[in-house]
């Protein structure tokens, strides 16, 4: 895979106990998370899952599920999430997000399962908004600044800001 992946999916429910629904774009925003959806305001404001883990589950399975039917709020492709380290910021469409978790406690109670399939908990990135903005499906998601802190982003890239 690249370094560079696709937004293919904004998805919000009102309702934890609810399916995500795509709904195309919405507003990430610092603090907060994904405007409108349930999880806004909550320790992990974003969740993230790729197109390719749930394209697996379904070959292997027969079921079939569009973007937010694990409860993420952004899906993407073309980008192995699992494997980036906490601290690792991306650019997601105008939002810039930093990673505060990879899956999730696999012994704690979770509350959505799709088909008895829990994704997210297991494939899933956890993230905290440090730059409010725009996220659409098509959006480019690249990684911008490394665990390390060296930045990535190109001088007169949109949305990129250099770090006071």
């Not at 919000?12 to 305001?41: C, F, I, M, T």
Request: positive net charge.
């Amino acid at each position: 895979m690249g370094s560079m992946g696709r937004v293919v999916g904004v998805c919000l429910s009102k309702r934890r106990r609810d399916p995500k629904k795509n709904v195309q774009w919405g507003y990430v925003k610092e603090g907060v998370g994904l405007v409108g959806d349930s999880h806004a305001g909550t320790e992990k404001e974003v969740s993230l899952l790729t197109m390719e883990s749930v394209q697996a589950i379904c070959q292997r399975t027969g079921i079939e599920a569009p973007p937010g039917s694990f409860a993420e709020n952004i899906t993407i492709e073309g980008l192995e999430l699992k494997t980036f380290p906490i601290g690792t910021e991306i650019q997601v469409g105008g939002a810039r997000l930093k990673v505060i978790g990879v899956g999730k406690d696999q012994s704690a109670p979770h509350t959505y399962s799709f088909y008895g399939y829990s994704l997210l908990r297991e494939e899933g990135i956890f993230c905290k908004v440090t730059k409010s903005g725009w996220v659409k499906v098509g959006d480019v998601v690249k990684i911008v600044r490394d665990r390390d802190g060296k930045d990535d982003s190109l001088p007169g890239m949109s949305g990129a800001q250099p770090f006071s």
